[in-house]
């Protein structure tokens, strides 16, 4: 459980008690139902993280709603191809964010903007977003934790230097929200569109190491050459 789901759910048990110590005990369901709500969204389950070697993690629970080739554009040095794996987080899925990979945070950037509807295509650009590099195993990846049209509230612990584990807890989003992962365009995708995914245990795909990717590369112009 995060704490923040005491935070919410203490006021409204003693509203409950104190309603139903001075009226009738019926008025007392709202409340009671309202922090039980509260309690249930701020859960923590535990998970088990995958060991594979390369492997990116999803960073959020919910359902994959797009995944496409993007160019780096901002998030990242020079402009590169890169592709993008979009999940929607909806009321009723877990909202405890995790690292994608082992590595370090290399930049985190906040980006005040709108609220629009997370499932809309301009919500990864135009949103209130936090967007984290974290640079591992010689690849770079990009999660942004997106806010969405009732998320008002972005939360985000570690910092920039700070070493991950693959599945870590970094933070959470409040309520609907959206969650992208940007990644080498070389990565083997492991999802599709309409697919539902764990935070922290679902593959959402297999990096290479930059080193073998030279070395395939190195491999193919040598071929050429002959």
Same mark, same amino acid.
């Given at each position: 459980m995060v704490r923040d789901g005491y935070f919410y759910a203490a006021p409204l048990i003693a509203v409950a008690v104190l309603i139903g110590w001075l009226t009738n005990l019926a008025w007392t369901i709202f409340p009671l139902a309202l922090a039980a709500f509260f309690l249930w969204f701020f859960r923590d389950p535990e998970r088990t993280i995958p060991q594979d070697a390369g492997a990116v993690v999803s960073p959020g629970d919910g359902k994959v709603t797009d995944v496409s080739p993007v160019m780096s554009g901002p998030v990242m040095s020079g402009?590169?191809?890169?592709?993008r794996i979009s999940i929607f987080l909806s009321v009723f899925n877990v909202h405890v964010n995790r690292s994608p990979i082992t590595g370090? /945070?290399?930049? /985190?950037r906040y980006q005040r903007g709108k609220y629009l509807n997370a499932m809309n295509r301009a919500s990864a650009e135009e949103n209130e977003q936090n967007i984290v590099t974290v640079e591992g195993d010689g690849q770079t990846v990009v999660f942004k934790q997106i806010a969405g049209l009732l998320a008002r509230r972005i939360v985000f612990h570690p910092k920039v230097g700070d070493r991950l584990e693959r599945g870590q807890r970094v933070g959470l989003i409040k309520f609907g929200s959206r969650v992208d992962v940007l990644l080498d365009a070389s990565a083997t995708l492991q999802v599709k569109v309409g697919d539902r995914v764990k935070g922290g245990a679902s593959v959402l795909a297999h990096l290479q190491p930059k080193a073998e990717l030279a070395a395939a590369g190195n491999s193919r112009s040598s071929e050429r050459a002959r």
């Open positions: 402009n590169v191809k890169l592709t370090t /945070i290399r930049e /985190i």
